[in-house]
């Protein structure tokens, strides 16, 4: 059973930095794919950056050049910079082992002065 928990969550200041962390756990791999989603108030849940067991990342539009996603085996983190008040959401992580999609339960973030 593959499970997914995600930490580091919070309140910051628009301009400022937070980092999320996640780790997946239930396999003896590497999982072939993880990656960062994020739902705001009234949205639907979209996508924020992935990265292979190759360690190849890709990002959305909206926030490359400020979130950067790292990973260590089954740990990922995303490091978030420049934040801005549209940033605010639940950010979700996700993992597919290569049989299904795991999803943790979400951290809050939310960007406000």
């Known amino acids: 059973q593959v499970q997914v928990v995600e930490s580091g969550g919070g309140l910051v200041q628009p301009g400022g930095s937070l980092t999320l962390s996640c780790a997946a756990s239930?396999?003896?791999?590497?999982?072939?794919?993880m990656g960062w989603y994020r739902q705001a108030p009234g949205k639907q849940r979209e996508f924020i950056a992935s990265i292979t067991s190759f360690a190849s990342t890709q990002y959305s539009d909206s926030v490359r050049d400020r979130f950067t996603m790292g990973r260590n085996d089954n740990t990922v983190s995303l490091q978030m910079t420049s934040l801005k008040p549209e940033d605010t959401a639940v950010y979700y992580c996700h993992a597919n082992p290569g049989w299904g999609d795991f999803w943790g339960q979400g951290t809050q973030v939310t960007v406000s002065s």
């Open positions: 239930g396999a003896s791999f590497s999982m072939p794919i």
